[in-house]
């Protein structure tokens, strides 16, 4: 039986901890009761297969669980026992295990059949000869010595196959004094029984995860300047946000009612405990006062909490309780994590959490991407995550799966907030520490909390103890505060009798919404809004954030999708692609005239002939966009879509160009293959601006050191890419016969059809090296020193800065001031470049063999084209996103769908309790109103 494989057991579900795991033969048993009965009366808690292995379980599986948890393993010997191929099995798994074997003779065994395991160690003799009662209490005695080592082996043990089984998830790991003591138990000199190599795996990896955790905590420790204006500017905004904005301001702050909590351990996979009760067991009413920061401070270091509750339990609320004080801790010093709320609503499929996190600090915090990156990894954040039950029900487990895949390979701080009807509907559960329950409201709290309050509430009261629906809402801390709103002052003859909980519940939130419109304002006549556009607006912002999972509103994350009408999402893609199409159009096409053959055959217009030429091509490849938008639909979007559009432009421009340069040599063979290419390049461009989202703009911000480090990236890209340039210039002069030759600053263009036959193909190539050379050398360092100018700049704007003031619709605000800081910039930028350009110009070799069109030569002319260059910077890095808001916002309103003052609109809404106001964007007061605004009709 040595070698046998045995099957992977799983952690014991149901298996408490053991005394001894009893070894034995069917025709042993009536012995084997004797004794396990005698055991149990010395307060030994046995394993024994008759009363442990549940009915329909798998008995093998169980068998070998048992003997994982228990610490000692018994083997009845007898000549029964020895030829059983069961107890030949358990006894190997145990072996295994590194359990201490304690073997018990029943019948004398000949020499030789007894395993080597069990012949080298003392024997306990049970025979019918000898007296029962020593020999237990020399069997207690055993059982007894070593006890705490033996404890700790099984537990180690069970632990190391919890952690094996969960493929080495780092959750499962020590930690803190758990880890200590583990390393102090494997120091010990023990004979048997020793450490198994799994045991001794696990010890390693708890001590390697932990020493990397411990130096992610200590980098906390060590912050520059700048670090700690960033944890300030995060931990204010938190703080601001959601402590002074929501919870300061919540239906509850009134009069505070006291709820009550519940341990439910059950409702979590945890890794530290041993002994699983059931779930009845496992429900815990923790003692009456008793706060969720009082519970979170007791798990110690890598704290993982799951908040349940009913449908406005509090359940928000008690998480931004634990936020506020969390957010204290953390201003006191860096020791502590920034604790940090986010709405797990917005995640999806796409992103693992890690991204996501990145992405919520940047739109929700206006946080860089590069620090959030920085927090996540080194493990600076408390997670904070509300509305669990919010994400789609078809990611809603994988989410679940997703956050404990993170906490593995993170090891973050996370509290979960979730509706307990909708937890426990899900496959996966967290592998969190602990949960606790919110309990509903008693009918004595509920009458003590209206008793507290000073209005006329005599008809709700009446009502409360007439209506058993109307009792099950008011349970809800949420619904028992809107029922005060709604109610007071009316009589019990005035309030509408229902039976079904959720048509009470709509009553309910109808007289909320009339209430509050009626209740008094500081605000002016014009900054309000009639009863029916108001639902309406909230209606339609509702069913959106519904539709997009989303449960904060930021003005400047309005989508074209969030249109009503497919003919106004067209239109919204035919008006942005025309502007695009006319501001890219009239800066590139007077750089495209400056190219010789193009120079030829458009005659070499004035500057306004050739930007009213660009700003027509770039009206047309708008319209083209349009029409294939219509044509693709949404699959425009698409990589195939994106390349059917450039091909078509390409095809059409190409059609275009081959009879407009028709008396230029080369024209319908070189020229118009080029401009195909050339217009199938902008309409990528193009198509890469359209299809992307609205992105907000987050706030530019200098830093020398960064700028510094991108200019020597910048110069070897330029050095590289000037060489290529100067070749490729060579090579279509030596290709299209076509050079320029200046002898004393007189320059004539001269065809070489006309000295084709004095130039054989060596001298052709000779020309083309030479040339390709001299370009090569002069093109890269010009564009060594453009590209080095240009990185530094890139690179010293994405400061390491958070913004300290966060307003309505400030990304599409900063996106204007960005573009014009832009096209200050690469003005700027450029000119000095254009300096050097002119430079290098004073050199006569460079004027014979550059082959650079005359109009560069005339500094006027270039800074006209650096001009359009700048304000193409400006509007297409940032001013897109400025364009494409304004152009949706229009047809919102012309739909509409929201007023064009919205931020006024949305802010009168929170006047009226509807919303509230977190930071830059808005909430609804709760999830509860979001889906009764939703479920209402709009107009079509």
Not at 284 to 309: A, S
Not at 527 to 533: K, L
Not at 632 to 650: D, E, R, W
Not at 793 to 803: E, H, P
């Amino acid at each position: 039986m040595t070698d046998t494989h045995f099957p992977t057991s799983h952690s014991p579900q149901h298996q408490s901890g053991y005394n001894l795991f009893i070894s034995y033969s069917r025709q042993d048993q009536a012995f084997v009761r004797h004794l396990w009965q005698a055991l149990t009366q010395a307060d030994q808690k046995v394993w024994i297969d008759w009363h442990d292995i549940p009915p329909a379980e798998d008995w093998r599986q169980e068998i070998y669980q048992g003997i994982e948890a228990a610490d000692n393993f018994v083997f009845i010997i007898s000549p029964h026992s020895l030829r059983s191929e069961v107890c030949n099995e358990e006894l190997e798994y145990a072996i295994r295990q590194g359990k201490r074997i304690i073997p018990l003779v029943r019948e004398e065994v000949k020499d030789g059949v007894v395993h080597p395991e069990l012949a080298r160690l003392n024997w306990l003799f049970f025979r019918e000869s000898d007296q029962f009662e020593p020999a237990l209490k020399t069997l207690l005695e055993t059982l007894q010595t070593d006890l705490s080592y033996i404890r700790s082996h099984t537990r180690l043990l069970v632990k190391a196959r919890e952690w094996e089984q969960s493929g080495q998830d780092n959750s499962f790991l020590l930690r803190g004094s758990d880890l200590q003591q583990a390393e102090q138990w494997l120091a010990q000199p023990q004979e048997s029984p020793k450490p198994t190599a799994l045991q001794q795996n696990y010890i390693r990896s708890s001590r390697q995860v932990e020493t990397e955790r411990h130096f992610s905590e200590m980098q906390l420790r060590k912050l520059t300047p700048q670090q700690v204006r960033n944890r300030h500017s995060i931990l204010n905004k938190v703080k601001k946000f959601w402590v002074e904005g929501v919870l300061e301001k919540s239906l509850q702050d009134q009069v505070l009612i006291e709820l009550g909590l519940e341990e439910h351990a059950h409702a979590v996979m945890t890794s530290w405990n041993i002994e699983v009760e059931t779930i009845d067991e496992s429900k815990k009413v923790l003692p009456k006062g008793t706060k969720p920061i009082f519970i979170f401070d007791q798990m110690g270091e890598g704290r993982t909490l799951l908040i349940l509750g009913e449908p406005g339990a509090g359940k928000t609320t008690t998480l931004l309780e634990l936020t506020r004080d969390l957010v204290k801790r953390a201003e006191q010093g860096v020791d502590h994590r920034i604790p940090i709320v986010f709405n797990l609503s917005s995640w999806t499929t796409k992103q693992s959490i890690a991204e996501w996190l990145v992405d919520e600090l940047s739109s929700k915090y206006q946080v860089p991407k590069q620090i959030g990156r920085q927090w996540v990894s080194n493990q600076e954040l408390l997670l904070l995550l509300d509305g669990l039950d919010e994400v789609k029900l078809e990611r809603r487990n994988e989410c679940v799966v997703a956050l404990n895949n993170f906490h593995q390979n993170y090891g973050s701080e996370m509290v979960v907030c979730s509706r307990i009807k909708d937890y426990e509907a899900l496959k996966d559960r967290l592998n969190f520490q602990t949960a606790i329950y919110l309990r509903s409201l008693t009918i004595h709290q509920i009458h003590t909390y209206l008793d507290s309050i000073n209005a006329d509430l005599s008809g709700l009261r009446s009502l409360l103890n007439a209506d058993h629906a109307l009792q099950e809402l008011a349970a809800s801390p949420l619904m028992l505060n809107i029922m005060v709103l709604a109610y007071q002052g009316i009589n019990v003859e005035e309030l509408p009798r229902v039976e079904a909980i959720e048509e009470r519940r709509k009553q309910l939130f109808d007289a909320y919404i009339d209430k509050m419109f009626h209740r008094p304002t500081r605000l002016k006549r014009k900054d309000r809004y009639s009863e029916a556009q108001t639902k309406q607006g909230l209606a339609w912002l509702a069913q959106r954030m519904v539709q997009e999972s989303q449960t904060v509103f930021l003005i400047e994350r309005l989508q074209a999708n969030w249109l009503q009408s497919n003919f106004l999402t067209w239109l919204y893609e035919l008006i942005c692609g025309t502007i695009f199409g006319a501001l890219i159009g009239f800066t590139v096409w007077p750089l495209v005239v400056l190219f010789e053959p193009v120079r030829l055959a458009v005659e070499d217009g004035s500057n306004l002939f050739n930007h009213a030429a660009g700003f027509s091509f770039g009206i047309a490849e708008g319209l083209l966009w349009g029409l294939t938008a219509k044509f693709l639909g949404k699959s425009v979007v698409t990589p195939l879509g994106g390349l059917i559009f450039c091909l078509v432009n390409g095809i059409f421009w190409g059609i275009l160009a081959s009879f407009g340069f028709h008396n230029v040599l080369g024209g319908w063979f070189f020229i118009s293959p080029l401009f195909s290419l050339f217009w199938a390049l902008i309409s990528l461009f193009l198509w890469s601006l359209l299809r992307e989202p609205i992105q907000p703009v987050a706030k530019l911000q200098w830093s020398w050191n960064k700028a510094l480090q991108g200019v020597p990236k910048g110069m070897t890209l330029g050095l590289i890419c000037g060489g290529i340039l100067g070749l490729i210039i060579a090579i279509i002069d030596g290709v299209t016969l076509d050079i320029t030759i200046s002898t004393s600053y007189i320059e004539e263009t001269v065809s070489l059809a006309t000295i084709s036959s004095t130039l054989g193909w060596r001298e052709r190539l000779f020309f083309i090296l030479i040339n390709g050379l001299i370009n090569a050398l002069v093109l890269s360092l010009i564009f060594e020193t453009i590209g080095g100018t240009i990185s530094g700049f890139v690179n010293g704007v994405t400061g390491q800065g958070i913004t300290e003031t966060t307003q309505p619709n400030q990304g599409i605000q900063q996106a204007v001031i960005n573009s014009v800081i832009t096209f200050l910039s690469v003005l700027v930028l450029f000119s000095s470049c254009l300096i050097v350009v002119f430079a290098f110009l004073e050199l006569r070799p460079s004027q014979y063999l550059l082959n650079l069109p005359p109009a560069l030569r005339t500094p006027i002319f270039t800074l006209n084209r650096l001009v359009s260059i700048a304000i193409l910077s400006g509007l297409l890095i940032f001013g897109k996103t400025f364009i494409k808001h304004i152009v949706l916002r229009i047809l919102l309103r012309f739909e509409k769908s929201v007023p064009l003052n919205y931020s006024n609109f949305l802010n009168y809404a929170v006047d009226c309790i509807f919303l509230k106001k977190v930071g830059g964007g808005y909430i609804f007061v709760h999830r509860l109103l979001l889906n009764h605004f939703a479920e209402n009709d709009l107009p079509s």
